[in-house]
């Protein structure tokens, strides 16, 4: 009988796990990490939400798929059929969405989504009564469904997305005292201020609630004896919802959990510490099955890893930033030592509107953050520069290092057939809400705050 599927993804969280030595306490994610194969080096094609996730389930960039922006913001993927799930259907799988989906419309409105991308069934609960920072609450009732939903008997092969809101803000309410909070270990990357303390807190506590749902789903696959029929998959869509990661193009945004379990692979309880982008997964899922790929895809599938520790993996991989709440393109290729970005438009302070609304975000801005620039032409040498704070672009020793990135970015735009950039806004389709790019609340609704 051919393999199940179990696609499980979180929502803004990076690396922020026990298994990438966090110390954040996910016991339940560090134990399956221990008897699958956990992808150290891991990178997302958008640090944005659904240019992220179409990406991953097409094979395709979002310049290709069409998923330029939010869903919920009008973008759509040219066309669905490329989605896994249709493929899957194809293949005789009943095919299952529980929790968010966010390649179409609204991630609330999980029936419409589940029919426009395809899926067979849809067991998720109703979260109309939820306030968002009590969605945390809607994930554990779809873990319910989920885990009985696993009960029932059927005939054919599943594969079910399992998405989670955690860790998307709002978070849930914690109670820490001053002293529990300066024990806190906070990402480098962040000002180690109370108020950012108090932030990270609610984030580590949506982090746990997440590990006591994935928990009992992996104990539900174990019950009903899926667990060893089943490639079980569990990553995220980005970077961490904090300035200067998510919607970026630091490693703080790129950088992703990837932890799969093929139930045949002769390779679990490693870490593998070669690049690999999510570009690469839709084919890697159709090798591990047994069934063709699509022509289209981008990416190249690293299924042998699961028989070979040492398969080669990827010599670079690419991202890319079109709209969040307002348009700011970018692009940047990452190597093992090097990462190069570059901005393509002409705004060059810090975009706000692009950073969620948080009590970080507060304190950033009150200090220093309306007036920075950023680099439009940056160059890191991530072996000495592993935060990415020293722009190296005009230093003499770096001239051949940033020509041969050039050249690389330049190559992958060319092969995947990456726009002229920027998009002239006769280009937008009328659909698109953006903000304008000096607005500070992605979440205004006043007039003037938008382009269209």
Known sequence: MRKNVLYIHTHDSG????????????????????DAVCFDEAYCCSPTCSPSRASLLTGRYPHTNGMLGLGNRGFEIHDYGNHIV?????EGYHTVLCGIQHEYGRYKDHQ????????????????????DKDLVEWDAHNTDALCQWLKTERNEPFFVSMGFFSTHREYPDIDMSEEELRALHLPEFL???MEVRKDYAGHMRSVEMFDQNFGKIIHMLKETGHYDDTLIMFTTDHGVPYPFAKCTLFDSGIHVALIMRDPKAV????HVKGLVSQIDVAPTICDLLGIEKDDGYHGKSFAKVFSNLHEEMDEAVFAEINFHTSYEPARCVRTKDYKL???????????????DNSPTKQYYMEHGMLDKEKCMLALYDLAKDPLEQHNVIQEKEYQEVYQMMKQKLETWRKETGDMALPLTEDKWEKVWQVNQPACIDPKSKREEDFIQ
């Open 191 to 193: 000002k180690d201020t």
């Open 15 to 34: 690396i922020y796990f026990q298994p990438y030595d966090i110390h954040i306490h996910t016991p339940n994610l560090d134990a399956f990490a221990k």
């Open 341 to 355: 970005i570059c901005y393509y438009g002409d705004y060059e302070k810090i975009n706000r509107s692009n950073i």
């Open 112 to 131: 419409l989504g589940a029919d426009k991308i395809g899926y067979q069934e849809n067991i998720t609960t109703s979260c109309s009564e939820y306030k």
């Open 86 to 90: 249709q493929r899957l259907n194809h």
């Open 267 to 270: 390779v679990k309880g490693v």
